[in-house]
């Protein structure tokens, strides 16, 4: 048998879920996404970050090479001559229903792992705002790297570093 406390427990807590749940869809109070981009959200205009620097990004389809999902393709763009030795003919674009944001792109990308510099690839956001980088003077930078560590790189690019690494002697 219910006791009238239990009742008058239960009929408060129905009655304040009511109110909570009018009071969220009427004021949209406790809501963590702004109207904005609610709008966005149900019309289908959601603008997808931008996830890669082309004008930094080398295409040297490492990214692409160690991707456990395959959520990158490499997207061929108009050749752009970077150095004596080495043409960008390509560029990665991240699918980001196959993403797992397992960041192996951003973290293997060699303009980020190799020079030190701003990683062109990011699954969720490169930002609009990054510093300017002449890729071309980027490359011919000496680096401190042990031939181990070429041959290990070198074996998930598509490019032979030794092509684009200044001698370090």
Known sequence: MIKLAELKNFAKIFLTGIYENLERIIFGSERYTSLEMRKAILTGTVKIPKTVIEELCIGCEGCANVCPTNAIEMIPIEPVKITENYVKDKIPKINPEKCVYCLYCHDFCPVFSVFNEISPIHPRD????????????????????????????????????RRIIKDKS
């Not at 490359?139 to 070198?154: A, G, M, P, R, W």
């Open 126 to 161: 490169v930002g609009e705002d990054y510093i300017e980088i002449d890729v071309s003077k980027l490359l011919q930078k000496k680096v401190e790297i042990s031939e181990e560590q070429i041959n290990k790189i070198s074996s998930i690019l598509s490019i032979n570093l």
